[in-house]
């Protein structure tokens, strides 16, 4: 199964079972130990405690190599974090997940100063200073992110056959959109 199907059917199972099925039982730990991690796809996505790839996407150990840090942005660590998994772990997918309700989004969004949290925030203004509604910013914010990672990989000729998606997950009804 490609990794677009596999991610797409979890969730399905996810939101149809409204629960997580994953393996984290000690024969697999061990066996990942042994035989070190495989993860199928890479999946930046936001620091929010309602946002669990593992869970949305109903994904056993080793099987997801998440990076999360609030509003799914990337910066030089993130970067080099998605080029290790390409490169050292030999996965070939990168998906960014946005989310509903997202407060990094609202937070850029709003006219206040955010204080300490201003280098993430003012990041996340830049990118969505011309959309209208929270919809919008969510989805352009998630599209710029897969912009930079693309642009930040696209000097390494093997890493030229990755695949990109982008997609919204929906904090209630646990649904991914697919963008
Ligand atoms: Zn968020």
């Known amino acids: 199964m490609d990794p677009l199907t596999r ?4 969730n399905s199972y996810f939101i149809n079972h409204n629960k997580m099925d994953g393996d984290y039982s000690y024969n697999i730990r061990k066996d990942k130990k042994e035989n070190g991690q495989h993860p199928f796809a890479v999946v930046i996505t936001c620091s929010d405690s309602r946002v669990v790839p593992e869970a949305i996407f109903n994904a056993s150990l080793a099987e997801l190599f998440v990076i999360r ?3 799914n942005v990337v910066g030089e660590y993130e970067l080099s974090s998605v080029v290790y998994a390409l490169d ?6 990168v998906l960014v997940l946005g989310h509903t309700n997202c407060g990094a989004i609202g937070a850029a969004l709003s006219s206040h100063d955010a204080g300490l949290a201003s ?11 011309s959309c209208k509604s929270e919809e919008e ?37 646990g649904k991914v959109n697919f963008l």
Do not use: C, M, Q, W
Not at 7 to 10: I, S, T
Not at 143 to 164: A, G, M, Q, R
């Open 7 to 10: 991610l797409k059917e979890g």
């Open 69 to 71: 840090v609030a509003g």
């Open 88 to 93: 050292h772990l030999k996965t070939d997918t």
């Open 119 to 129: 280098p993430l925030v003012n990041k996340i203004r830049g990118v969505i200073s």
């Open 137 to 173: 910013a969510t989805k352009i914010n998630v599209l710029n992110t897969l912009k930079e990672v693309k642009n930040y990989i696209k000097s390494e000729p093997s890493l030229i056959n990755t695949k990109f998606y982008g997609a919204i997950y929906e904090i209630d009804s």
